[in-house]
DNA sequence: TGAATATCCGGCCGATCAGCGGGGTTTACA
DNA sequence: TGTAAACCCCGCTGATCGGCCGGATATTCA
């Protein structure tokens, strides 16, 4: 299986450099699924632009009845792959969750039938900015080869996952907040986020109190904000208030 | 070669998870570079826990001359290792960087006489909080095998650099602050941060405004914060402010 | 050449915040 | 059984914010 897996890791690692569209992500997600012999590919990325509301980011290799089933039960709701993959680090295998609860049962049961693996990874990638994806395989293996073979794919896709999250951010993501504010502007954002009062980002900055004002409040407009600390808690989901180190 | 990691692979992490103290993760270090042929190994990490200034965390195979002396330096401001490992998401290879100036030039000179590789691979983790880990090695190998060989280390220390840093999150981090905020003083703050104001909060919360006052009081309090927007800047690197999806 | 944008500065006024004081009940834990 | 902490409410005051009006120059870009 080593040199199998090998291959397929440089071939799809290329392939996903090479990406320059949606639909060619999508032929990436199924020849990787072929070239690894998995049953199903996904990757589902979240707040990956810098606005508040944005829809999640989906390319998978189901069968567009299991996603409009999933939609349609509102899955998403108790997927514990969904529920606990966006809060943790470390890979989650989907042989540890507690199905006792009756919708997870039928959410596994039923995603069998619509050709999903009963062996399952899920891999947590965490952005600079709050974006988050996650990149999920399922493959039908017998319990004694899952703990190896696991192994196996998890070196493979954390390198995977973390450059198909980079590329979808460059393809679908981000910046358009960045430019929009001033240095001024943000500058100002910056001393506020540290507590400081108008008055005393005017004297660091050697600015006219009024100044500082007029600088936030174009700052909240840009931002949508409706106030001071609206505008922070904005800027910081899109990474702008990140300290030099 | 591909045995020799894979065999260093299994027992690395598993000697990660073993991990229970400071002392011991030095070790593993130390056996990491061994098990690997590196010339060095070191973890790096930064913001760990909630709070706004924080030390720096540190797990490095490097001699502590050359530790000394990098600080004396002060190569912490030009080494591009650290400038451009913490803000981005992809590996790093040593290779990439631009060695014109003066100073970095001197850096990667003295690195080598201190014993580190002239090849060297960084790898970003980005934690869930703003924490951030840098995972670098460094090893001597010639340009033709580099390359190749460096796919091999890529994806054993992708999942490696990931465990490491969740380790040391457990050990040194976090935690503290999310456990003070009462579910009150949390949901106020929440709305805050959502640009509305006391009164609204005490509304769509079902309080007086002035209960919402009280709490936004002692919750900027816990958090050492001069203003409401103090507070949600805090909470935002502290991980208290994410949305439920 | 004009339009847009970044950079600065002023005044005004009502709404809101920040900080201080006081009071109480309920729950959990040692 | 006390005690701590979460939960909830009220008063007061001065400082600060938020929004609106006005003005200016410099640079960039189509």
């Known amino acids: 299986m080593s040199d199998i897996v090998y291959s397929s890791f440089n071939t799809t690692l290329s392939h996903i450099a090479d990406v320059s569209d949606r639909e060619s992500l999508d032929t990436v997600m199924k020849e990787l699924a072929a070239g690894y012999g998995l049953n199903s590919a996904a990757y589902f990325g979240i707040r990956l632009s810098g606005r508040s509301n944005n829809d999640p980011f989906l390319a998978v290799t189901y069968s567009s009845e299991w996603v409009e089933h999933y939609k349609e039960r509102r899955f998403v709701e108790i997927d514990p792959v969904i529920q606990s993959g966006f809060r943790r680090l470390l890979p989650l295998d989907w042989d540890g969750f507690v199905r006792t609860e009756e919708r997870v049962k039928t959410l596994f049961g039923e995603a069998a039938e619509f050709g999903l693996g009963r062996k399952g990874l899920s891999i947590p ?43 979808v951010l460059r393809l679908e993501g ?19 986020a540290e507590g400081k009062t108008a008055w005393e980002c005017a004297t660091i900055l050697g600015l006219s109190q009024h100044t500082v004002r007029c600088y ?8 949508n904000a409706s106030s001071n600390t609206h505008a922070v808690s904005i800027a910081h989901r899109a990474g702008l208030l990140l300290p030099p180190l």
Do not use: N
């Not at 981000?174 to 506020?192: D, F, N």
């Not at 936030?216 to 931002?223: N, Y």
């Open 174 to 192: 981000h910046s358009s907040l960045e430019r929009h504010l001033s240095a001024r502007e943000l500058e100002c954002l910056q001393w506020i």
């Open 216 to 223: 936030l409040e174009s700052t909240r407009h840009k931002l």
């Open 125 to 167: 990638v965490h952005g600079r900015h709050g974006d988050r994806g996650l990149f999920s395989i399922s493959c039908d293996r017998a319990d004694r080869d899952w703990a190896h073979d696991k192994l196996l794919y998890l070196r493979d896709f954390q390198v995977l996952a973390t450059h198909l999250h980079d590329k």
